[in-house]
C-alpha cells in the first residue's frame, strides 16, 4: 500500500500502536481510572512537556483536545469583539474555522475582512502592512491549508502583525510534523493543530497552545472538573488557570499515551528532510498532459492538488485504491474562500510524507497515468 494521503491522516506508527494496545490490554485488565493513574506521569505531564518543546512554546500554554476544531472553539467563540472590531482571514480559511468566525460576528457584530492575494495566490503582505491598525481585533492564518500545498510566511505575518493590538491565531493541523513550527518565532497568540496528521499520532487527538493573554481575554464560559471545585453554593473557583483550564476533563488515555509516543518519535526522528520526494511528486503530475495543478503561491509543502478534464476526482481516487494507492478527493467547500471562488469542487489531493520513497512516487505516477488514461 501507498499511502498518500497524510493530509488526512498520517500513518500511525508501530510504535503509537502498540502504545494505545497495551493501554488498552491495561484498561480492561485492570480499569480504565486505575490504568489512567498508573500512566500519570505521561498522560498529565510528559505529553504536555513533549507537545510544549514540538511547538516550542512554554508548557503551561499548551492543552490537548480531540479534535483541531474544538480546539479552536474552545478559544476563539469566546473573544469579546464588538461592532467595532475587524477580524481578518485569508482565502486558505478552514471552512470550520470560518463557520466559528461567522456565527461570532454575528453574535458580536465584528466585520470579516478577507486579505487579498497575489496574482500567483500569495497572501499581499504589503496589502496587510499597508491596512492593519488597531481596530483589527484577530488575524486568522492557515499555515498550510487542508485544500492546496501553499506554505504561508506566518513568521513573516507575525513581524508585521507585533506592533498592534490584534491577537494572532494559526492554524498549523497540516504543517505540524512536515515543517517547524515555533510559536516563539511566529509570535501567534493562538496555534492549532491535529495528532493525527504529519506527527502520525492517534485519531482523536489536538491541541492548541493559547497564550496567556489571550486566555485571560476570554469570556469565561465553561471549567470542567480537572481544573474547577465549586466551593459554596454560589460559585466555583479555578486551581489551574494554565491553557488546561481550556479542556474538557475526560479524554482517551489510550489516545493521548499514543500522541506522547507519536511526538517521541516526532523529538527523534528527522521528519523534515523530505523535499527530493515532494518535488518528485510535482514532476509526477506536472509531467500529465491535461493536468490543472490547483498549486498557489511561490512556497509549496507536500501537498499537492490537481484536477484532469477526463477523470473526476473520486474516480482517480477510487481507481488508485484498486491499485493500492491512497489519494484523496477533496471538495472545494472546505476551503471555500480560495476554491469554491475559483470554481473547484473537487479536486484530487496527493500529500506525501517522509515514509514515502521515490519508488513509491514512480509507481503513483505510473497508476496514475493509466487511471487518465496516458499511454506510458
Ligand atoms: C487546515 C485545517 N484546519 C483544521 C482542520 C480541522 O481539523 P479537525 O478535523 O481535527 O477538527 C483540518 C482538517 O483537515 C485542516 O486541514
Redesign the pocket.
Known amino acids: 500500500m501507498i499511502h498518500l494521503n497524510t493530509?488526512?491522516a498520517g500513518l500511525v506508527p508501530a510504535e503509537v500502536r502498540q502504545t494505545m494496545a497495551e493501554v488498552l490490554d491495561r484498561e480492561a485488565a485492570t480499569g480504565c481510572y486505575e490504568t489512567e493513574a498508573f500512566l500519570d506521569g505521561i498522560v498529565n505531564d510528559e505529553v504536555y512537556r513533549r507537545l510544549a518543546r514540538a511547538l516550542d512554546a512554554p508548557v503551561a500554554d499548551v492543552a490537548l483536545f480531540d479534535?483541531?476544531?474544538?480546539?479552536?472553539c474552545a478559544v476563539v467563540p469566546r473573544l469579546s469583539l464588538g461592532p467595532g472590531d475587524r477580524v481578518w482571514v485569508t482565502p486558505y480559511e478552514?471552512a470550520?474555522?470560518l463557520i466559528s468566525l461567522f456565527n461570532l460576528r454575528d453574535r458580536t457584530g465584528c466585520v470579516i475582512e478577507v486579505v487579498p492575494t497575489l496574482p500567483g495566490g500569495d497572501l499581499d503582505l504589503e496589502w496587510m502592512a499597508a491596512h492593519i491598525a488597531d481596530d483589527v481585533a484577530l488575524v486568522s492564518v492557515?499555515h498550510?491549508?487542508?485544500g492546496c500545498g501553499i506554505v504561508n510566511p506566518v513568521e513573516e505575518i507575525g513581524r508585521l502583525l507585533a506592533p498592534y493590538r490584534c491577537f494572532y491565531a494559526v492554524?498549523a493541523?497540516?504543517s505540524i510534523g512536515q515543517l517547524p513550527v515555533s510559536v516563539a518565532r511566529i509570535g501567534c497568540q493562538l496555534l492549532?493543530g491535529?495528532g493525527?496528521?504529519f506527527l502520525r499520532g492517534p485519531r482523536g487527538t489536538?491541541f492548541a497552545y493559547v497564550a496567556p493573554e489571550l486566555r485571560a481575554a476570554l469570556v469565561p464560559e465553561f471549567h470542567d472538573l480537572h481544573v474547577a471545585r465549586i466551593d459554596s453554593a454560589a460559585g466555583y473557583r479555578i486551581d489551574d488557570h494554565s491553557a488546561r483550564s481550556l479542556e474538557l476533563a475526560e479524554r482517551g488515555t489510550a489516545a493521548v499515551a499514543g500522541l506522547n509516543t507519536a511526538l517521541t518519535l516526532f523529538e527523534e526522528g528527522t521528519p523534515f528532510d523530505h523535499k527530493e520526494v515532494f518535488r518528485a511528486l510535482r514532476a509526477t503530475v506536472e509531467d500529465i498532459p491535461g493536468v490543472e495543478l490547483i498549486a498557489p503561491g511561490t512556497e509549496q509543502s507536500g501537498i499537492l492538488s490537481f484536477r484532469h478534464p477526463d477523470a473526476e476526482a473520486g474516480t482517480v481516487m477510487a481507481r488508485l485504491a484498486e491499485q493500492r494507492v491512497n489519494v484523496w478527493k477533496i471538495v472545494g467547500h472546505?476551503?471555500p474562500l480560495y476554491m469554491a471562488e475559483r470554481g473547484v469542487e473537487t479536486a484530487v489531493r496527493v500529500s506525501a510524507h517522509y515514509y514515502n520513497t521515490l519508488e513509491e512516487i514512480e509507481i503513483f505516477g505510473r497508476a496514475l497515468r493509466g487511471v487518465v488514461g496516458v499511454r506510458t
Open positions: 493530509a488526512g479534535s483541531a476544531t474544538r480546539a479552536w478552514y470550520g474555522n492557515t498550510i491549508p487542508s492554524d493541523c497540516q492549532t491535529a493525527r496528521k489536538a472546505h476551503t
